[in-house]
């Protein structure tokens, strides 16, 4: 689903955050904020689920508090190994500074969309309307592009 030279943008391995949700909400957040270090933009996965995961929220009220641009994706399209799609989701997660997440950001559709060329241009849109496109990387890590939440 990801061109080569994006596998090192800094997505989530799924395996890890599976581990990481055991912990405490103080350690989750710890664990939230090293991974959104760094990057300019998140991109918010909509699927079926999406607006009923509990961390959902908390990664895009910090990144709103960050200055990140913020992307949602729809992924209702995208077929599953078994060549199944599912329901499209809600974007329903609350209000941010008194706006709703379409009022506040672009959301795009993965196939309808052509997410597969388009994801670097919707990325690098983000992070110009955000006035990030100059960050510096921190001296530790690679700069991330983009954060995918699921």
């Known amino acids: 689903m990801l061109k080569p030279d994006r596998q090192s943008a800094g997505f989530w391995d799924h395996a890890e955050w599976e581990q990481v949700k055991r912990g405490s909400d103080p350690e989750i957040k710890q664990w939230i904020n090293r991974q959104m270090e760094g990057s300019s933009v998140t991109c918010v996965l909509i699927g079926s689920d999406t607006c009923t995961r509990k961390w959902v929220r908390y ?11 913020v992307i949602g994706i ?28 379409d009022e506040l950001f672009p959301t795009y559709d993965w196939a309808d969309d052509d997410g597969y060329n388009n994801l670097g241009d919707w990325v690098e849109q983000a992070a110009q309307v955000a006035g990030r496109l100059d960050l510096e990387p921190p001296a530790s890590k690679p700069r991330k592009y983009s954060q995918c939440l699921r």
Not at 59 to 69: D, N
């Open 74 to 101: 729809r992924i209702h399209n995208c077929k599953d190994k078994e060549g199944n799609t599912c329901a499209p989701g809600d974007t329903d997660f609350g209000l941010f500074n008194g706006k709703t997440f």
């Open 59 to 69: 990664e895009v009220q910090r990144s709103i508090e960050e200055g990140k641009g």
